[in-house]
């Protein structure tokens, strides 16, 4: 039995974010298009027209209803950084930077990347699975509607493969538009860090096991390096990146995070789809990334709960034509956060974005920096029906609010994803 169409009206206003299907750049990212008096159209998974309502309520007179209540409709966000794998949280850390000590020192002393390690070589696999489902249904009650979860704290092979079977059982089982990416160069694993060749042991492990047996089994769409001095170097990275795509997978890098460590400049030599981070970009890795079309992924949540003062230079990226994008970088140790408007919210009071640009790096450019922006980040026809609802009216009090829950309901694929003002229970 075929299912009516939905028909979505009486919105306050529809933020399309209609424009190219691919990244935005420059002065393209300062307009979402925010548009009043019209309804939106989903037949199945996809967006069949946005215009006049009343024209639509005419043509369409046995479609489902969807009654918007004066609210903000919006594309569903793309949160397309996060590390959603992992046991226990790393609160103790957060003590320990207060007093003085950094983030590298933390790792070095085997905390950090380390001790959720240890943590998830330890755990169940139902366990991860239940504890990562519910940190999904977090995001998606935030507006996420599509999101990329990250491999990284098993970091052997066996370990690696089976997060990224817990990540396949998550896109299984959840509504949510999941896209996998491995990350066994996260770090160097302590056991390889005890011998003097240890090092290069574990890049061989990476490039002449892992990657192959990711490649094979198909479990990931990209596979992303953590490049930054004392982690891996540029030329490490290089490797890795180089067998990885080599093996059909997508690219992407960790860059330049703490420290200018020429991350950028790597991610536009191999034109990687996304370079993420870059609080310590250099203006030639800024240069570097505009020529290339690399997508930079700010996660400015990461530097907030840091404590650092310096952020990532979005207006100088944007000024140079790179295509920003925003994310949460989800994880236990610097940035437990599955809020994703107070990311919006840190896009403008941070790195001084508009709340029209912050909005486009949200979905059309998130959507970008996972290679889906053909078909993911806009309500447009022939766009996928990923579609979020705002108890709010105007698009620049999505990144005013912050706190609370303001996302009434959301869809991926035209199939509810989240839902929680009671009056949208029946679209369950």
């Not at 979505?8 to 529809?14: G, K, R």
């Not at 030329?235 to 460590?261: P, V, Y």
Request: hydrophobic share 45%; charged share 20%.
């Amino acid at each position: 039995m075929t299912e009516s169409p939905l028909l979505f009206v009486n919105a306050a206003q529809v933020v399309t974010c209609a424009g190219p299907a691919r990244a935005r750049v420059g002065k393209e990212m300062a307009d979402a298009v925010a548009q009043a008096g019209v309804a939106v159209l989903v037949n199945g998974s996809t967006i069949s027209a946005v215009t006049d309502e009343a024209e639509l309520r005419a043509a369409w007179p046995d479609a489902t209803v969807v009654d918007c209540a004066q609210g903000l409709l919006t594309p569903g966000f793309v949160d397309s950084h996060t590390h959603a794998i992992f046991g226990r949280g790393r609160f103790e850390e957060q003590e320990m930077r207060a007093a003085g000590i950094s983030y590298l020192e933390i790792a070095r002393r085997g905390g950090g990347i380390h001790a959720s390690v240890r943590d998830l070589r330890s755990s169940a696999d139902d366990h991860l699975y239940a504890l990562a489902r519910e940190r999904l249904r977090a995001l998606a009650a935030a507006g996420v509607t599509t999101v990329e979860v990250k491999s990284g704290y098993g970091l052997s092979l066996e370990d690696e493969l089976r997060t990224l079977h817990i990540i396949r059982r998550l896109s299984e089982t959840l509504p949510m538009r999941i896209v996998p990416t491995f990350l066994g160069a996260h770090e160097i694993p302590l056991e390889y860090r005890d011998r003097e060749s240890g090092r290069r042991e574990y890049v061989e492990l990476l490039v002449q096991e892992m990657i192959p047996a990711v490649a094979q089994s198909q479990l990931a769409r990209f596979a992303d390096v953590f490049c930054e001095p004392g982690v891996f170097t540029v030329a490490e990275s290089r490797e890795i990146l180089t067998a990885a795509r080599q093996a059909g997978l997508g690219i992407k890098l960790h860059a330049d995070e703490l420290a200018a460590g020429g991350g950028a400049e790597l991610a536009a030599e191999l034109r990687a789809t996304s370079a993420d981070h870059l609080a310590a970009v250099t203006d030639e890795g800024i240069r570097a990334l505009s020529s290339a079309g690399t997508v930079a992924t700010l996660l400015p949540g990461t530097m907030l709960f840091l404590g650092k003062t310096k952020q990532a230079p979005a207006r100088a990226l944007i000024d140079a034509g790179c295509a920003v994008a925003l994310a949460t970088d989800f994880n236990p140790g610097t940035s437990p956060t599955t809020d994703f408007p107070l990311i919006l919210t840190l896009g403008v009071s941070q790195l001084h974005l508009t709340a029209g640009e912050a909005i486009l790096a949200g979905t059309v450019n998130g959507a970008a920096a996972l290679g889906l922006a053909a078909r993911v980040g806009q309500i447009a026809p022939g766009f996928s029906a990923d579609l979020c609802l705002w108890n709010l009216s105007d698009v620049r009090e999505l990144p005013y609010w912050y706190g609370g829950q303001r996302c009434a309901a959301s869809w991926t694929r035209g199939k509810p994803c989240h839902v929680h003002d009671l009056a949208l229970s029946s679209l369950r």
